[in-house]
């Protein structure tokens, strides 16, 4: 039998977030299974048949989830996973993740959600990692996860979700019950754990974040339902996949804990969200800056109507003012930043306010139930107004690592979870942008923030996209100096005159000394498989090629 693991037993105690649940809402008993408590919620509230779900041109009312959900947990146990399980979903976002991702919380292991990039390397560090027992996958995405078998030595079993045309192995659909069941949920501690997520690994090899039956509730019961407060008729898009912590409340747990809808689509194109915004009347929309920034010119190109659009929010990368702007022009709707991390599970700031309209040009407040902090990043105390330092955070989720013993004492300092993003909070409790601390770039004795760079390239008429970096200096006279990727419009030429002209730009708009000293025009910039430029890789090009 597979070991019942709790959040609170797997840090060390001088390494342990300190958790907060200061809010009514926030009050959880110790026995809690989320799912379950999700799905009698809905039927206290009358919304058994209420849509939750539009997935594949269908409605689904919660009633229909839940029935779902019932016959997908018979069908685990059938396939002997059992209380503490791990089993890794490597299915896109439809209604079969959500039900799926559903049924092992309700059954009391442990769901992996992965999204579809990951290779069958990736596949196999992660069941090793977490000693996964299942692994279900679409018949699509088979061929990376197969060889987990072989690698685990037989101690990960694969199953298709609907199926495998080639015979390679089981089918989950086999192991359904005929007709409907009632649900069969297990008696679990509020604390025990129901998902793993992994980082992205850029900052090294990816980690476990571990998350209990409470989180799930606390998440929706602080930022969702305090700062975005959705109505029944509200409906939810957007680019995030459930495989990120963002695309995991948004598409799973918010609306099944307040009772909107949402859609659920694995084409994260602009063009199948902006047609979704019109078919569903979208009030609520997530994406990333660089998603904005291409979805307001498609929507300026087709003269779309998104007149529906509320709450269009943004997080995961800095919102530059010019692309704020340009949304604003086109849509008469401002933007809305989020700062969350997989580590915490969902937000702890946010510049949506109910019945307000967002403070532009800053990251927003702490959302309710969350402390935020400035610290200083050689003593961890807190900073006062107007002081760089360190972002971090404390509230009802927290920090806790799988394995990573090490990593969990550099990121937990004094309860606190510390990110290395370097901010500063000004009179009114608004927190503002200033960098990435690994991101910033130390040029002749100058701390230059790439964001305010690219700030100001934005603001020229022939940038549409852009990103700046540290590369090495040619002539060796700095440490480094700013190198901008940039990506211009069809009335541009790229080229030196060009280049000498962003340069002239930056200088009569900014500081001098903050000018991009080498620029490469580029088709497109790298991103993420939610829109978010790969700042990570560009770096390791302007190293590389500083180095030739």
Known sequence: MP????????????????????????????RLNAVKTVFDGARENGWSERTVFYADNQDYTFADVEALVARSMAALRALDI???????????????????????????????????QLRADDLVYRADDADARLLIASADLLDEALPVVHARGGKTTVVAISGDPSGRCHNFADFLPEGEISPVYQDTDAEELCLFLYTSGSTGAPKGTTHCHRDMLAVSDSYWRYCLAPGQDDVLGGTPSIAFALGFGMFVYFPLRLGHAAILEPDKSPETALAQIQQYNVTIFAGVVSYYNVLARLIRETGADVSSLVHPMTGGEPLTEE???????????????FIGTTEMLHCFVTSTRPGELPHTATLGHAVPGYDVAVLDPETF????????????????????????????????????NVFQDVVWRDEHGDFQYVARHDEMIISSGYNISPVQVENVLMQHDAVVECACVAAPDPDGRRGAIVKAYVVVNDRHEAGEPLAADLQYFVKNNAAPYMYPRAISFEDVLPKTINGKILRSELRERARSEGEE
């Open 82 to 116: 059992c209380h503490g399980d791990v089993v890794i979903l490597r299915i896109p976002d439809t209604l079969d993740l959500v039900t799926t991702l559903l049924a092992v919380q309700g059954i009391g292991a442990i769901a992996m959600p992965t999204y579809a």
């Open 323 to 337: 692309i704020e702007r340009f949304w604003l022009e086109v849509t008469g709707v401002r933007l809305e930043q």
């Open 381 to 416: 105390e807190e900073l006062p107004d107007g002081e760089h330092g360190l972002f971090a955070s404390r509230g009802p989720t927290g920090t806790v690592y799988w394995n990573k013993p090490d990593q969990q004492e550099k990121v937990v300092r004094k309860g606190w």
């Open 3 to 30: 070991v019942i693991r709790k959040y609170s037993e797997l840090a060390p105690p001088d390494a342990a977030p300190v958790l907060s649940f200061d809010l009514p809402e926030l009050q959880y008993p110790e």
